[in-house]
Protein backbone atom coordinates (compact mmCIF):
# COMPACT_ATOMS: atom_id res chain seq x y z
CA UNK A 1 0.00 0.00 0.00
CA UNK A 2 2.97 2.25 0.66
CA UNK A 3 4.06 1.99 -2.92
CA UNK A 4 0.91 2.18 -4.16
CA UNK A 5 0.21 5.51 -2.50
CA UNK A 6 3.56 7.18 -3.46
CA UNK A 7 2.93 5.83 -7.03
CA UNK A 8 -0.14 7.69 -7.05
CA UNK A 9 1.44 10.96 -5.20
CA UNK A 10 3.68 10.76 -8.39
CA UNK A 11 1.07 10.49 -10.84
CA UNK A 12 -0.85 13.38 -8.92
CA UNK A 13 2.50 15.40 -9.43
CA UNK A 14 2.40 14.82 -13.16
CA UNK A 15 -0.94 15.66 -14.24
CA UNK A 16 0.16 19.15 -13.00
CA UNK A 17 1.54 18.86 -16.88
CA UNK A 18 -0.45 20.42 -19.68
CA UNK A 19 -2.18 17.36 -21.56
CA UNK A 20 -2.08 18.96 -24.84
CA UNK A 21 0.37 17.14 -27.37
CA UNK A 22 2.17 19.61 -29.76
CA UNK A 23 4.67 19.40 -32.13
CA UNK A 24 6.74 21.37 -29.89
CA UNK A 25 6.30 19.02 -27.10
CA UNK A 26 7.94 16.26 -29.49
CA UNK A 27 10.34 18.11 -30.77
CA UNK A 28 11.64 18.72 -27.62
CA UNK A 29 11.29 15.48 -26.27
CA UNK A 30 13.53 14.56 -29.01
CA UNK A 31 16.20 16.76 -28.67
CA UNK A 32 16.38 15.24 -24.96
CA UNK A 33 16.90 11.48 -26.26
CA UNK A 34 19.26 12.94 -29.18
CA UNK A 35 21.43 13.80 -26.02
CA UNK A 36 21.14 10.88 -23.74
CA UNK A 37 21.00 8.37 -26.39
CA UNK A 38 23.82 9.23 -28.69
CA UNK A 39 22.46 8.52 -32.61
CA UNK A 40 18.94 8.27 -31.26
CA UNK A 41 16.66 7.14 -33.69
CA UNK A 42 13.12 9.36 -34.74
CA UNK A 43 10.92 8.02 -31.57
CA UNK A 44 7.34 7.71 -31.59
CA UNK A 45 5.87 9.90 -29.37
CA UNK A 46 2.60 10.39 -27.99
CA UNK A 47 0.48 11.41 -25.54
CA UNK A 48 -0.19 8.55 -22.50
CA UNK A 49 -3.15 8.39 -20.42
CA UNK A 50 -1.85 10.51 -17.54
CA UNK A 51 -2.03 14.25 -18.30
CA UNK A 52 1.57 15.63 -19.32
CA UNK A 53 3.10 12.38 -19.55
CA UNK A 54 4.21 10.88 -22.99
CA UNK A 55 4.40 7.71 -23.82
CA UNK A 56 7.84 7.15 -26.08
CA UNK A 57 8.76 4.34 -28.34
CA UNK A 58 12.77 4.15 -29.73
CA UNK A 59 12.44 0.62 -31.31
CA UNK A 60 10.94 -2.14 -28.69
CA UNK A 61 12.28 0.13 -26.06
CA UNK A 62 9.38 2.11 -24.13
CA UNK A 63 9.69 4.99 -21.57
CA UNK A 64 8.06 8.50 -20.46
CA UNK A 65 8.89 11.69 -20.72
CA UNK A 66 7.39 15.01 -19.30
CA UNK A 67 6.59 17.69 -22.17
CA UNK A 68 9.64 19.56 -20.74
CA UNK A 69 11.66 16.75 -21.54
CA UNK A 70 13.10 16.73 -17.98
CA UNK A 71 11.59 13.62 -15.89
CA UNK A 72 11.71 10.53 -17.51
CA UNK A 73 9.87 7.61 -15.72
CA UNK A 74 11.28 4.07 -16.84
CA UNK A 75 8.65 1.24 -15.25
CA UNK A 76 5.08 -0.30 -15.45
CA UNK A 77 2.41 2.26 -15.57
CA UNK A 78 -0.82 0.04 -14.42
CA UNK A 79 -4.29 0.56 -14.98
CA UNK A 80 -5.27 -0.25 -11.42
CA UNK A 81 -9.19 -0.40 -12.16
CA UNK A 82 -9.08 -2.55 -15.19
CA UNK A 83 -5.21 -3.98 -13.71
CA UNK A 84 -4.06 -4.21 -17.43
CA UNK A 85 -0.63 -2.96 -17.90
CA UNK A 86 -0.17 -0.63 -20.20
CA UNK A 87 3.67 -0.27 -20.19
CA UNK A 88 3.33 -4.59 -21.11
CA UNK A 89 0.97 -3.18 -23.81
CA UNK A 90 2.74 -0.14 -25.47
CA UNK A 91 5.77 -2.64 -25.00
CA UNK A 92 4.51 -5.44 -27.31
CA UNK A 93 3.22 -3.35 -29.95
CA UNK A 94 6.74 -1.55 -30.25
CA UNK A 95 8.16 -5.10 -30.54
CA UNK A 96 5.78 -5.72 -33.10
CA UNK A 97 6.55 -2.76 -34.88
CA UNK A 98 10.24 -3.15 -34.25
CA UNK A 99 9.97 -7.15 -35.60
CA UNK A 100 8.19 -5.86 -39.10
CA UNK A 101 11.49 -4.32 -39.93
CA UNK A 102 13.62 -7.15 -39.53
CA UNK A 103 14.44 -9.43 -42.61
CA UNK A 104 12.32 -12.61 -42.94
CA UNK A 105 15.04 -13.61 -45.67
CA UNK A 106 17.64 -13.37 -43.00
CA UNK A 107 16.03 -16.06 -40.86
CA UNK A 108 15.61 -19.58 -41.14
CA UNK A 109 11.82 -20.26 -41.41
CA UNK A 110 9.75 -23.69 -40.44
CA UNK A 111 6.75 -23.26 -41.65
CA UNK A 112 3.25 -23.79 -40.83
CA UNK A 113 0.93 -26.99 -42.00
CA UNK A 114 -1.76 -25.90 -44.21
CA UNK A 115 -2.80 -22.23 -43.32
CA UNK A 116 -0.58 -20.58 -40.98
CA UNK A 117 -2.63 -19.07 -37.98
CA UNK A 118 0.73 -17.39 -36.11
CA UNK A 119 4.22 -16.80 -36.57
CA UNK A 120 6.71 -16.84 -33.95
CA UNK A 121 9.98 -15.53 -33.51
CA UNK A 122 12.66 -17.28 -32.16
CA UNK A 123 16.45 -15.91 -30.72
CA UNK A 124 18.00 -19.03 -30.35
CA UNK A 125 21.24 -20.72 -30.26
CA UNK A 126 22.72 -24.00 -31.44
CA UNK A 127 24.51 -24.41 -28.18
CA UNK A 128 21.85 -24.23 -25.91
CA UNK A 129 20.40 -27.03 -24.18
CA UNK A 130 16.70 -25.69 -23.99
CA UNK A 131 16.68 -24.62 -27.29
CA UNK A 132 17.52 -27.94 -28.30
CA UNK A 133 14.45 -29.14 -26.20
CA UNK A 134 12.57 -26.55 -28.11
CA UNK A 135 13.33 -27.24 -31.71
CA UNK A 136 12.06 -31.14 -31.18
CA UNK A 137 8.51 -29.27 -30.35
CA UNK A 138 8.46 -27.43 -33.84
CA UNK A 139 6.31 -30.10 -35.52
CA UNK A 140 4.33 -29.75 -33.19
CA UNK A 141 3.80 -25.97 -33.85
CA UNK A 142 3.74 -26.66 -37.26
CA UNK A 143 1.23 -28.66 -37.45
CA UNK A 144 -1.25 -26.19 -35.44
CA UNK A 145 -0.69 -24.11 -37.94
CA UNK A 146 2.43 -21.84 -36.12
CA UNK A 147 5.59 -20.47 -38.28
CA UNK A 148 8.75 -21.11 -36.40
CA UNK A 149 11.32 -17.80 -37.76
CA UNK A 150 14.94 -18.39 -36.11
CA UNK A 151 17.24 -15.72 -35.71
CA UNK A 152 20.45 -16.14 -34.02
CA UNK A 153 22.09 -15.26 -30.62
CA UNK A 154 25.07 -17.77 -29.97
CA UNK A 155 25.19 -16.13 -26.41
CA UNK A 156 29.10 -17.19 -25.94
CA UNK A 157 29.76 -14.18 -28.62
CA UNK A 158 31.43 -13.58 -31.88
CA UNK A 159 34.06 -15.66 -32.92
CA UNK A 160 32.59 -18.88 -30.44
CA UNK A 161 32.13 -22.13 -31.23
CA UNK A 162 28.81 -21.63 -31.16
CA UNK A 163 28.86 -18.41 -33.54
CA UNK A 164 30.78 -20.47 -36.25
CA UNK A 165 28.20 -23.44 -35.92
CA UNK A 166 25.48 -20.82 -36.23
CA UNK A 167 27.37 -19.01 -39.84
CA UNK A 168 27.99 -22.46 -41.34
CA UNK A 169 24.08 -23.22 -41.00
CA UNK A 170 22.67 -20.16 -42.40
CA UNK A 171 25.31 -20.36 -45.30
CA UNK A 172 24.15 -23.81 -45.62
CA UNK A 173 22.49 -24.49 -49.22
CA UNK A 174 20.00 -26.07 -47.15
CA UNK A 175 20.12 -24.21 -43.75
CA UNK A 176 16.97 -25.73 -41.77
CA UNK A 177 18.79 -29.64 -42.46
CA UNK A 178 21.93 -28.37 -41.15
CA UNK A 179 19.82 -26.27 -38.08
CA UNK A 180 18.02 -29.83 -37.64
CA UNK A 181 21.54 -31.61 -37.53
CA UNK A 182 23.47 -29.05 -35.39
CA UNK A 183 20.03 -29.01 -32.77
CA UNK A 184 20.80 -32.58 -32.65
CA UNK A 185 24.58 -32.10 -31.46
CA UNK A 186 25.93 -33.56 -34.72
CA UNK A 187 28.80 -32.20 -36.59
CA UNK A 188 28.06 -29.78 -39.42
CA UNK A 189 30.14 -28.82 -42.47
CA UNK A 190 31.99 -25.70 -41.77
CA UNK A 191 31.22 -22.70 -44.25
CA UNK A 192 31.41 -19.11 -44.17
CA UNK A 193 29.84 -16.49 -46.15
CA UNK A 194 28.03 -13.26 -46.01
CA UNK A 195 25.34 -13.84 -42.79
CA UNK A 196 23.31 -12.05 -40.77
CA UNK A 197 24.48 -13.71 -37.56
CA UNK A 198 26.05 -10.81 -36.33
CA UNK A 199 22.70 -8.53 -37.30
CA UNK A 200 20.82 -11.19 -34.96
CA UNK A 201 23.30 -10.78 -32.33
CA UNK A 202 22.58 -6.71 -32.76
CA UNK A 203 19.11 -7.49 -32.67
CA UNK A 204 18.72 -9.41 -29.88
CA UNK A 205 20.69 -6.48 -27.32
CA UNK A 206 17.67 -4.25 -29.20
CA UNK A 207 14.80 -5.94 -28.15
CA UNK A 208 16.16 -7.25 -24.17
CA UNK A 209 17.41 -10.56 -25.44
CA UNK A 210 19.11 -11.78 -22.53
CA UNK A 211 19.13 -15.30 -22.92
CA UNK A 212 17.84 -18.31 -25.53
CA UNK A 213 15.40 -19.67 -26.60
CA UNK A 214 13.86 -16.28 -26.40
CA UNK A 215 10.30 -16.23 -28.61
CA UNK A 216 8.36 -12.99 -29.80
CA UNK A 217 4.54 -13.52 -30.77
CA UNK A 218 3.04 -12.24 -33.72
CA UNK A 219 1.30 -9.54 -31.51
CA UNK A 220 4.54 -8.76 -30.16
CA UNK A 221 4.84 -10.32 -26.69
CA UNK A 222 8.25 -11.70 -25.34
CA UNK A 223 8.51 -15.28 -24.02
CA UNK A 224 11.70 -15.27 -21.70
CA UNK A 225 13.16 -18.77 -22.06
CA UNK A 226 11.68 -22.35 -22.87
CA UNK A 227 7.88 -22.64 -23.37
CA UNK A 228 6.58 -25.86 -24.23
CA UNK A 229 4.44 -26.13 -27.31
CA UNK A 230 1.43 -26.97 -26.06
CA UNK A 231 1.81 -23.47 -24.03
CA UNK A 232 2.68 -21.51 -26.96
CA UNK A 233 -0.66 -22.88 -28.97
CA UNK A 234 -2.54 -22.08 -25.78
CA UNK A 235 -0.98 -18.32 -25.33
CA UNK A 236 -1.73 -17.62 -29.23
CA UNK A 237 -5.14 -18.97 -29.24
CA UNK A 238 -6.53 -16.77 -26.81
Same mark, same amino acid.
Given at each position: M?F #??K ?5 ? #? ?5 S?A ?8 Q ?7 P?A???? %? ?6 G?YEV????M ?5 AD?? +?????SL %?????R??L???A????RK ?9 SM?V +?? =??G ?5 IT????I??P ?7 ? %?? =???? =?GI /? ?6 P?A *?????? +??K?V?V?C?DK?EE?M??A ?10 C??P?A?HMQQ??V????? /?????L?N *? ?7 ? =?K??I?IL??
Open positions: H #LKSAIALG #LVTMFSVTADDKQVIAQLNKIINPQAQ %IEPSVVSLSVGPVIYMTGQ +YVFNG %INLETENTDTKSEAQAMSKVSIDI +YP =AKDEKHHVFTDDCYCHKMHKE %IP =ALNE =A /TVRYLSYR *GMGSPS +YKASWSPQNLMKGQAIEPKSKNVEAQFGVNG /TPNIID *GAMLPGYVP =AEVKQR
